[in-house]
Nanobody
């Protein structure tokens, strides 16, 4: 079993920045990918970004390119989401997820991901 624990959420003013972390523990896989999703109240879960554990070119939701940056630290089994120039519409619960079937393609659909964290709240005030 895999455990994913997000941290780093909180309240920030519009224009500010936050960095989310997601630490993975438990069972390991030789090849996998990690993704970030978010869900605002009353809305469906939305893809944010994904990255493979071996590095390489990340995959972003088009609407978030340039403001959000995903990265990973293989030594600590942690994936990060740096969020800059935050807007009130970025307010949501942010989830990290793991795709254990990764074979070279990063996906932006939640059904692809097998393990999920509990989420961390991000609130951006205007």
């Amino acid at each position: 079993q895999v455990q994913l624990q997000e941290s780093g959420g909180g309240l920030v003013q519009a224009g500010g920045s936050l960095r989310l972390s997601c630490a993975a523990s438990g069972r390991t896989f030789s090849r996998y990918a990690m993704g970030w999703f978010r869900q605002a109240p009353g809305k469906e879960r939305e893809f944010v970004a994904a990255i493979s554990w071996g590095g390489g070119t990340p995959y972003y939701a088009d609407s978030l390119k340039g403001r959000f940056t995903i990265s990973r630290d293989g030594a600590s089994d942690t994936v990060y989401l740096q969020m800059d120039s935050l807007k009130p519409e970025d307010t949501a619960v942010y989830y990290c997820a793991l795709d254990r079937r990764y074979s070279g393609t990063l996906y932006g659909v939640s059904d692809r991901y097998d393990y999920w964290g509990q989420g961390t709240q991000v609130t951006v005030s205007s």
